[in-house]
């Protein structure tokens, strides 16, 4: 099985609104760890940010937060405000293992911002 | 500049022929991972190691690919008779384990063309 399902290959959204890429996942771990990073055609991946299993909040950072429910095994990215350089590929991913050293990575969304 | 540094950025080289990657993680971090992404797809696990040790390897590696991390500072990831089918973006990550969150820091990826 799939540890990490992105199921929206590319999202149009308009400047200025919000935005949310769906990610699923699937592990028995109860301690985990879930990120989302960001690929511009750069190429770089940029770590956006992260939520613990523990967590009782879902993750803020700025712009962008981190839809957490765990029953659902969901891991949503919003991205509120859309700007033009927020164009790029957005990867979900977990952490998880004996020794928290296990990283696995969704196949993305292609994430477009309409001006 | 202290982010994780990869060398070479791009490398053409023709099927059959050896080539080498190397990677400089960042100073402090113990952990470094080697992950391989082809065009439109998530990265994929090629291999974890702690320190000097090598942890873990995927399946994917099969026995042309050699990862190495003397010393546990830089890393080489090398493939031996290349085919077409290794083309592909070579990236390196690495992390601290005793972070809170634990995110992996990419370098920008090491570009593989084999013609």
């Known amino acids: 099985a799939q540890k990490i399902t992105q199921t929206q290959p590319g999202m149009f959204v308009q400047e200025k609104e919000a935005v949310t890429l769906d990610c699923t996942y699937d592990t028995s771990d109860p301690s985990y760890g879930l990120f989302w990073y960001k690929q511009p055609s750069s190429g770089e991946m940029i770590f956006l940010i992260y939520?613990?299993?523990?967590?009782?909040q879902n993750a803020t950072e700025g712009r962008y937060s981190l839809n957490f429910q765990k029953a659902r095994k969901s891991a949503n990215l919003v991205i509120s405000a859309s700007q033009l350089g927020d164009s790029a590929m957005y990867f979900c991913a977990m952490r998880e293992g004996e020794n928290f050293n296990k990283f696995y990575f969704g196949s993305g969304t292609k994430l477009n911002v309409k001006p | 500049d202290t982010g994780v540094s990869q060398d070479p950025r791009h490398k053409i080289t023709k099927r059959g022929q050896n080539v080498t990657f190397r990677c400089d993680p960042i100073s402090e971090h113990n952990r470094l991972y080697w992950y391989r992404q082809t065009l439109g797809q998530g990265p994929e696990f090629l291999t974890y190691f702690q320190n000097e040790a090598q942890l873990e390897k995927s399946r994917l590696l099969s026995d042309r690919f050699s990862a190495e991390r003397p010393k546990g500072s830089f890393s080489t990831l090398e493939i031996q008779r290349t085919e077409q089918g290794d083309s592909a973006m070579y990236l390196c990550?690495?992390?601290?384990?005793?972070?809170?969150?634990?995110?992996?820091?990419f370098g920008e990826g090491s570009r593989l063309t084999v013609l």
């Open positions: 990550a690495s992390s601290w384990d005793r972070a809170n969150t634990g995110e992996l820091f």
């Open positions: 939520q613990g299993s523990y967590d009782q």
